[in-house]
């Protein structure tokens, strides 16, 4: 049999193995350096290698062009809140343009300031009801200003002959005992000193009772609102005989500094 034919009979019998694809190597190549696994790796997967750092550049650039928007954002929101003026209604735009942002309350809450200036107490509740939208009561810094915007709303009404609605008011700021909640101690002693003045016109003297004791043991017996709540027990002695039925659950919160305002029929939210 010739050696052609010998190997054409070879490629047509089924049984063996097709080894067409079988390389040789020397000696030298069986054992390849870290040079050449590398080079062979790089063969291997170079379309997935690249693929993801075309994915870790895109990320970065992405993260940079979000940071440099929302900058470019907080500038342009800085530098129309400079320009806005004194205007009520133009502070009250910016104030429904960039709503849940602090500025936004800060500007809502100076319209609303404004509005009770001039004795639009209608109009200053919503603006500081606006306002109270914008700021945080979980931030230190926002929660003095969410505090104040609370008041307002609740004198507001006060004034405008919405006692209830004030009483709603004053309420959310007493009860905001939540470890979550950061409003200025003095803020919260407010609010329950004038639910007990509203309890005294009323002559429900325990619930005027419930109140002034809060204060004490909510939160703080060195409150800046002592002195009113000792100057009233003087002036209405029965408050001294009242006992309060009713308590609310005591979870003080850590003092923060505030300016109280005294309390007139025209009283103004703390500055």
């Known amino acids: 049999m010739s050696p052609k034919s010998y190997n054409k009979d070879l490629k047509k019998d089924p049984r063996r193995g097709d080894d067409r694809n079988l390389v040789i190597v020397d000696q030298d190549f069986g054992q390849p350096d870290l040079e050449d696994r590398m080079w062979l ?12 750092g075309l994915l870790i550049v895109i990320g970065i650039l992405g993260y940079i062009g979000w940071h440099a928007v ?10 129309e809140y400079q320009n806005i003026g004194e205007g009520v209604e133009a502070k009250l735009l910016f104030a429904s343009k960039y709503e849940g942002h602090p500025l936004a309350g800060i500007a809502a809450l100076d ?8 004795k639009k107490y209608d109009e200053s509740a919503n603006a500081y009801a606006q306002a109270r939208k914008s700021l945080a009561a979980n931030d230190n810094f926002q929660a003095a200003y969410a505090g104040r915007a609370i ?11 919405d006692k209830e609605g004030a009483i709603v008011a004053f309420k959310e700021l007493a009860k905001s005992a939540s470890v979550m909640e950061a409003y200025p101690t003095a803020e919260r002693a407010q609010a329950m000193y004038n639910l007990a003045l509203i309890a005294v016109e009323k002559k429900d003297y325990t619930e005027a009772r419930k109140w002034l004791d809060a204060m004490d043991r ?5 409150n800046p609102w002592q002195d009113q709540k000792r100057r009233l027990m003087g002036f209405e002695p029965e408050l001294a005989k009242a006992v309060a039925l009713e308590t609310i659950p ?6 923060q500094p505030s300016t109280p305002a005294p309390v007139t029929p025209d009283a103004e939210p703390v500055s």
């Open 70 to 79: 929302g900058d470019f954002k907080l500038s342009s929101m800085q530098a």
């Open 111 to 118: 319209a609303a300031d404004n509005l009770f200036k001039e």
């Open 250 to 255: 005591a979870t003080p919160v850590p003092n």
């Open 41 to 52: 790796f790089w063969i291997r997967n170079k379309v997935a290698i690249m693929g993801g």
């Open 151 to 161: 008041l307002g709303v609740a004198f507001s009404k006060l004034n405008a002959s």
């Open 218 to 222: 909510d939160i703080d017996p060195l």
